[in-house]
């Protein structure tokens, strides 16, 4: 028995400073800054809606174990990390904690909020990943964060972030360029996903199949779009790999428009593939 | 500048002959529009920068004196805690009347959990207890962070009946080993359902098990908690629980003694806390399904005073309850999921049981009791998306040992119920359900069997902060 717990305590055990954050994307970037330095734990995989992800009593676990947390904020995750949190009961993470919607002014803020507009994020449209202009900002404050909290490890991340900001530019104007074609470009988004993405190029998000947002849409909403979609000759129906096809696909057979799915993270790529996806589906 | 260049001009108008002179003039002219032109673009230039310097200046004032009297600088509005309002409604249907389904009992087990009761001259009314509308409650829940040390939860559960304090109590958030103590009034985490509020269970009612060993509020009380995280490398947990035990479905507090002779006791007060709860809980992944599961235990006094119901009578003794739970969960989607849940108890009573004589001032009876009972509860609810989920549950308490001076009572043994059930969820914060239960375990006076069908439409609403969903 004694051998037992002896065992499952060295399991437990693990020496390096252990990050955990709510989604792949802020894996993928804070292991651009510290390498094999630091282990990263990502609690939501990435392939479900990160509004709603699973809080699995396992995720408990991981949340105990954090020496960090970074979250992306603007409140996607509070369906459901607030509740692991409350259960690790860690105080590390008290202490050691970043919110990366703070260093992004994020759009779409709403002058007033009411659920009768749907479940509105107050703060404003928490997907701000997917505007590849937002990275740098993102990975300073990452490096920041990391720098404070493994010191002897500060100059490193800091001769990272150099080396990523270099190459992170030389990816951007790779992208924009090939992105100044899909210039005024006509959408119809399932939920408001992409919208700093599509604004950054300029690419008109003409409506969204949700009427409201949160709410699944009815067959009435539906056919309404399917006009709306005609006279404005929209181009895509933009969906995430975790939203519902039926209404899109239902739109695409009465119109011209053609159904694309986007990634919903980074999951299991790295963020310029997630990016080069995005491409490439707006492409087809 | 201006001078220069119209001196400059007149001389060589002066040197030119006479024909020249006249288009000389006329450029003159026309370069002193344009010089007025410029000249009066650099004053409105001018003004505006010194308009916007003002207003900057105006704007950065009204900042530095935002708080214009002493109410608003010492205006605390942001400190203000998550607030939540949960209004539970519905409509009830049966084949039994209300008046006589309060009368019924599960032999041997419990009495009257269905309908309102007058007790200690209150009215009790448990959730759905009458046909037609009920206004189940409306529950005010507020919780924030304390300090760096503590949070604090309450919730209020508001009821036709009156105002209860369902929970209030303090969580610590920073001791050492990430130790989580709980102090207050709270919903024990005893087994999987009790510690869950009603407008997060799966079905409008509790099972049967709990109904009868626990009464209409589960296991509610008073007391304090201790939780840790166990080294292991899946996720697992083990508390204790240390309770005032005032439940009187299983446990109680009071001194049994004739209803109209105080001082005759036959069994004294218990010293409190009362109820002890243990119980160890893990939960292990296989992909995109989760299990998870645990054991918990409960030993108390019971002291049950029932001397003012239909069938008068006190114990006094020791009640175990140990519960085994099981919750599997497989997600297809974001939203599809595929769920079982299922807790089995047994509970243990020994200790005498008294009836007292008609004028209520004597024992007349006192008997050597013993109560053997299992049951259990196993439920599949699927979830076809974010608005819709059916499911089903199966009830029964298949063992009822009850042994009086050492003879098997023979109580029924056979006690079950099932219900189906239909989820409408339009958003987050509004749910529509249409429950039918069917119990085969009620008994009348008489001792017949009195099969309960019964429809419940429940319409469930919350506003205020948002609720973040636990496993």
Redesign the interface.
Known sequence: MRIF?IV??F???SFATNVVVSYPYIKDLVEKIAKDKLEVTTLSDGR??PH?V?????L??KV?RADALIINGG?LE??????LI??????KI?EHFLELSRVVKLSEKPVSVS?AD??VHPDGNPHFIFDPHNVPALAKTITQFLASLDEKNSQFYKNNLEQFLQEWKTFLNGYDHKMSKLKNLKVVQFHKMYSDYFRRYNIQTVATIEPLP???PSAKDTFKLVKKVNSEKVKFIVLSS?N?KKSALFIESKTDAKVITLPADAYEMSLEQMYDRMLSELNK | MKKGIILSLIATALLADGSEVESLKKQIELLQTQLNNVKEKLVSIDTKNDSVKVLEHKESLESLNAPSSYKSAFSQSSFMPDISLVVDASYVSRNIKDSAIAHLEVPGVAHGIYGSHEHNGMTHTPMNANSGFNLNYAELGINSSVDNLFDLSATFHFSNSGVDIEEAFFTTTSLPYDLRVKGGKFLSDFGRLNSQHQHVWDFSDAPLIYKSFFGNHNINEIGASAQVILPTSFYSFVGFEALQGDNTSSFGTSAIAPTNNAEDIVANKPSQPNLLIGYVKGSVDFGDTSLLTGISYATAKARMDHQGDENAHAFAGQTNITDIELTTKTYFDSYSYLMFQGEWMRREMQGIQYAPNSAQDAFSSSVDLTKSQDGYYAQLVYAFNKEYKVGARYDSIYKNDVIANGVNQNKDSNLDAYSFKFDYKPSEFALLRLQYNRNNALFNEEGSRQNLDEIIFEMNFAIGAHPAHNF
Do not use: E
């Open positions: 717990f499952l305590l399991i437990s055990s479900f809606d709603f699973v809080a699995k009593p396992s408990i676990l105990k409140q509070i369906g459901w990390l607030p509740a409350k259960r690790a009961s860690n105080r008290n659920r749907g479940d949160g709410v699944s975790f519902p």
